[in-house]
């Protein structure tokens, strides 16, 4: 049952490590509350299984060998200020983890344990086993938890944002209850836009609200195309919520096989399985035309099982549950939607073009990736980039006047409930007409269709629940999706 407070300082539309790490580095008598869509495990960064880049202690490594690596993944289109950021600033972020009881796994001598991934020259690579965003994640929220000035809600979303002289009034949705609350300062770190598709490994929750919300406020969506599909998604053919196989497994050695169990990826990369993601999906849906099956497998069985078992338990476990002995056979994968790296276009210190709107995580735009993001840059991002948009609110709130306005939002009376199936149709449009190859054949009439859908949602009086919210941000953003391809 919703029973907050009027007011806050700041607002943070987001539990993951975006938001959390933005709370944990407001000052401490600002009052803040983070909206968890619902329970604050439930993330994107909690399903990051293989780990967190950066420079750190590292003698035979370098921010420039990072950078470097960065561009050329993101094919040289990175944006060369944040990139600098993201890099040079990696090492105060990750110690800071380290400090807040975070647990990275470390050598037989002690000295951390970094791993390889694709696309990185080097290992640099900071890592929990196969699960460490959710131990980043525990680590966050358990300090989180502990700041007097933090209120966290759980199962609670944004319905509706607007501007006021003072900041935003911002209202909330929890189990059909409504509550406004008003705040100096608005911070969207609500994840990506996994939902949109038919197949995505992202979590539940990753529909795209905070894009939506940002969109209808008046900033900039950039680059929203950019989409990441992981080439190493376990393939079972029927869910839609596709369990990860981390990169860091071919990181380790193993090999990709086709249909006919034969390794392919030499015929489209000299980097072969350590090619970045982008290349690898390509080479696979490439491979598949060339065969004429999407079977596609992933194979580590050559490596000491023992070791595999000890470096993959989460993935050794969940596979074994769908009847696969990663230790013994190759294992199905199939690419899918993954990451964003477009978003809500954002400066230096996460600001949008609306003023104390700041935008962090996966929902932003930052410019560090460029076309394709490189493995285990994204928690780094979503660290570093909150990080200082919480020292730019702290700035800030120094001349910010105590008074709060209050925005009046339009009643909501219809009962009526949105029409079943959109959300089916939308990703189902998605997934045939934007995957790895897009299908530019049908490109202008996916677009037609997808702003048909937005008319009907925007035409008609509808009930103001979640399946409402959920289904206006997914059709906002295969519309921004599209619309940048025609």
């Known amino acids: 049952m919703l029973n907050l407070e009027q007011n806050y300082d700041v607002v943070i539309a987001g539990a993951g490590a975006a938001g959390c790490y933005a709370a944990l580095h407001l000052p401490a008598n600002l009052r803040v509350l983070v909206l968890a869509k619902r329970e604050a495990t439930l993330c994107n960064s909690a399903l990051a299984q293989g780990g967190i880049a950066g420079v750190w202690n590292s003698p035979n490594d370098n921010i420039e060998l990072h950078a470097n690596d960065t561009r050329i993944a993101g094919a040289f289109t990175n944006n060369p200020k944040t990139l600098q950021i993201l890099v040079s600033e990696a090492a105060q972020d990750i110690e800071q983890l380290v400090e807040y009881g975070v647990e990275f796994d470390k050598n037989a001598d002690g000295d951390y344990d970094r791993t390889l991934e694709g696309g990185h020259c080097r290992r640099r690579i900071f890592h929990y086993r196969d699960s460490t965003g959710a131990e980043i994640l525990r680590g966050l929220l358990a300090q989180t938890h502990n700041l007097p000035n933090v209120t966290i809600s759980e199962f609670t979303v944004v319905s509706r944002a607007m ?59 950039k680059n929203l195309s950019l989409i990441q599909f992981h080439p190493t998604a376990f393939n079972n053919k029927h869910t839609r919520e596709c369990f990860l196989i981390s990169e860091a497994v071919r990181g380790e050695g193993a090999y990709l096989r086709n249909c006919n169990m034969e390794r392919f990826m030499q015929r489209y990369d000299d980097r072969l399985e350590l090619a970045p993601r982008d290349v690898v999906s390509h080479a696979i849906i490439l491979e598949s035309q ?139 449009i998605l997934q045939e007409n934007y995957f790895v190859i897009p299908n530019t054949e049908h490109m202008r009439a996916a677009y037609e269709r997808v702003t048909e859908i937005i008319q009907l949602i925007a035409c008609e009086d509808w009930k103001l629940d979640l399946d409402y919210l959920e289904a206006k941000s997914q059709a906002t953003c295969a519309y921004l999706i599209l619309e940048e391809q025609l």
Not at 321 to 350: F, R, S, W
Not at 387 to 402: C, L
Not at 405 to 410: L, M, T
């Open 163 to 221: 501007q006021t002289d003072t900041g935003f009034s911002v209202e909330l949705m929890q189990n059909g209850e409504f509550q406004v609350v008003n705040c100096h300062f608005l911070i969207l770190a609500t994840g990506g836009i996994g939902r949109v598709y038919e197949y995505t490994t992202n979590s539940a929750i990753a529909t795209g609200d905070g894009i939506r919300i940002a969109y209808e406020l008046g900033a900039r969506i």
């Open 290 to 428: 060339r065969t004429g099956s999407q079977d596609f497998w992933l194979d580590i069985s050559h490596k000491d099982p023992e070791a595999v078992k000890a470096r993959f338990p989460k993935i050794y476990n969940k596979l074994l549950e769908q009847g696969y002995d990663l230790t013994k056979e190759p294992v199905p994968i199939y690419p899918c939607q993954h990451y964003l790296m477009g978003g809500i276009d954002v400066g230096a210190n996460a600001q949008t073009r609306i003023d104390r709107l700041y935008a962090c995580g996966e929902c932003a735009h930052t410019g560090v990736h460029g076309n394709n993001r490189l493995a285990s840059n994204s928690l780094l991002e979503a660290l570093v980039f909150s990080r200082r948009a919480a020292e730019e609110i702290a700035r800030e709130a120094v001349d910010i006047s105590p008074r709060f306005a209050e925005g009046k939002f339009p009643p909501v009376t219809a009962t009526r409930t949105i029409p079943h199936g959109i959300r089916t149709e939308l990703r189902k």
